[in-house]
C-alpha cells in the first residue's frame, strides 16, 4: 500500500502458492526499510577514482559502462571482465546477466554470492542425484510423517516454511520431528528429539543412522538394486561406523542415534530439510550426500510426503541455479564441462559457440580482481565490501 510516494504497509497475496499471504519479518516490515534515505533515486557516476560521484542520466550512465567494459575486452579480452550477482536477483534478471557474460561478451566469470551459501548443497545434489535439483515441495510437508531439520533454524530463518510445518504437524500429531543442531534453537525445542551433536560430526551422525538401517533391515534393497550405484562401496566404508563408535565423537547418546535412524527407517513418508549448518563447512558437500544417502538407501525419494530438501539461504538461490547463474553451471541444470550441453545452448542463443574455459568463482574472482587480471567487475544486488570472506583483502 502506497500514499504520497512511499509504502505505509504490505500484506502478502493470500492465493500465493507458496506463502498463502503469510510474510516473515523482512516482508511485513517491507515499508519501515524502503525509504529515500540513502538510496539512489538515479543513477551516480565518477568518471576517474579520485573524482566525487555527481549524479547523470541513464543514457549516459549505460554507455560509459558499456564503453569501459568493451574497451577492456578489446585489450585484454573477455576474461578481464567479470559479473559477480546474487541470490536477491529476479530470476529473469539472473537469466539476462548469464546471457550477457556468456553469450555476449564470452566469459564464463559470472558467479553469485550463492556460491557461499548454497554451492555445497548444488555438489552433493549432483554427487548423489545427478542433477540440483529439489526433488521435494513445500506441498510435502503436508504429508509426511517425519520431518528432519540438520543444521537450520527454519523456527527463526524460515518462519513461512516453519508455520506450515506446524500445521502439518498439528493437523497430524503421530508426525515426528527430528532436530539435529549443536544449539537448542526455537526448532529444536519444538522437537521430539534433538541431537545437540558436536559442530563438524554430520557426516558421521548420518553415516551412524545409515549402519543401523542396515543392521535393522531398514534398507529398500530393490531400490537400490534398481535405481541407485555404488552401494556397496559405501557400506563398507561405514562398517565400522557403528552408533557406539560415533557417538563420543558427536556428542550425543548413542541410544539416540538408533532412536533417530529407527524412525527415519520405519517411517513411511520422512522429509528433510537443511540449511547452512551443513552447508557453510570445510566438508559441506559430505553432509549433505550422507544425508542424501539415507533417502537412497530406503528408497524414500519421487515421492508424496519424502525426500532430502535443501532450504536455502537467499529468497532466490534456486533461481540462479535454475538459470545456470554460476561459473560451473549452464542453464537447466546443463554442465559447462559438457561439450553436448554447450552445444546446445548455443543453438539455442543463436551463437556459434560457448566459451570453454571454466570461469572464476566468487572469492577466486575477487582474487583476480586483486592480482589485476579481472580489470572490471560487475556487482549487483550484493554487497561483497561486507559479506565475503578476508574482508581486508577485498576491500583491497
Known sequence: HSAGGQIVGVEGAPDHPANFGKLCTRGNTLHLA?????????????????????????????D?????????????????????????????????????ARALVGTNNIDSNSRLCMSSAVAAYKA???????PCSYEDIDLADLILIAGANPAFAHPIVYRRIEAARAANPNARMIVVDPRRTDTAADADLHLAITPGSDTLLYSAMLHVLLWEDLTDDAFIAEHTTGFADLRRQIAELTPGAVAPVCGVKAEDIVT??????????PLSFWCQGLNQSTHGTANGAALIHLHLATGTIGRPGMGPFSLTGQPNAMGGR??????????????LADA???????????????????GKTAVEMFDAVHAGTIKAIWIACTNPAQSLPDLTRVRE
Not at 560509459?64 to 574497451?71: P, V, Y
Not at 585484454?76 to 548469464?98: M, R
Not at 533417530?260 to 513418508?269: D, E, L, M, P, V
Not at 538459470?323 to 554442465?335: E, F, I, K, Q, S
Open 64 to 100: 560509459t559502462a558499456a564503453e569501459r567494459f568493451a574497451a577492456i575486452i578489446r585489450e585484454h579480452g573477455p576474461d578481464a571482465v567479470g559479473f559477480y550477482i546474487s541470490g536477491q536477483l529476479l530470476t529473469e534478471d539472473y537469466y539476462v546477466f548469464n546471457k550477457l
Open 128 to 134: 548423489t542425484l545427478g542433477s540440483d535439483a529439489v
Open 340 to 358: 553436448a550441453d554447450r552445444a546446445e545452448l548455443a543453438a539455442l542463443w543463436g551463437i556459434p559457440a560457448l566459451p570453454e574455459a571454466p
Open 322 to 335: 535454475e538459470t545456470g547463474a554460476m561459473a560451473n553451471l549452464l542453464p537447466g541444470h546443463r554442465n
Open 260 to 269: 533417530a535412524a529407527r524412525w527415519f527407517g520405519q517411517s513411511k513418508a
Open 34 to 62: 524502503a525509504v529515500k534515505t540513502g538510496r539512489a533515486t538515479v543513477p551516480m557516476l565518477r568518471e576517474t577514482r579520485d573524482a566525487p560521484r555527481t549524479p547523470t542520466t541513464w543514457a549516459h550512465a549505460l
